[in-house]
Nanobody
Framework: VQLQASGGGLVQAGGSLRLSCAASGRPFSNYAVGWSRQAPGMERELVAVISRAGSVKSYTDSVKGRFAISRDNVKNTAFLQMNSLKPEDTAVYYC???????????????????WGQGTQVTVSS
């Protein structure tokens, strides 16, 4: 599956952005999806994950209550709605997909076989 992330940009602290991840090549509903981010000099971290059908979601503590992951398997697209953005959210954001036969989420970056190219999110103070 090929992934194309978009929607990043420059926003002031407290603002919102919605990232999109368009998938192609394989049935999107066969893949669990995750959004990760990587700031300069930092390791890549998963911030939000969602199961194949969208029924299970999980977030890293730093984004709980502010970010929301969703997906539309008909449109082969996943989303990350980011609200109340903080300067520490500044990073390159990547979407990733993992082929799975279960309804579980994938909670580690090494569990994802496919990655998009990344979209820059910059939050100014």
């Amino acid at each position: 599956v090929q992934l194309q992330a978009s929607g990043g940009g420059l926003v002031q602290a407290g603002g919102s952005l919605r990232l999109s991840c368009a998938a192609s090549g394989r049935p999107f509903s066969n893949y669990a999806v995750g959004w990760s981010r990587q700031a300069p000099g930092m390791e890549r971290e998963l911030v939000a994950v969602i199961s194949r059908a969208g029924s299970v979601k999980s977030y890293t503590d730093s984004v709980k209550g502010r970010f929301a992951i969703s997906r539309d398997n008909v449109k082969n697209t996943a989303f990350l709605q980011m609200n109340s953005l903080k300067p520490e959210d500044t990073a390159v954001y990547y979407c990733a997909a993992a082929h799975t036969v279960s309804g579980a989420v994938i909670r580690t970056t090494v569990g994802y076989q496919y990655w998009g190219q990344g979209t820059q999110v910059t939050v100014s103070s």
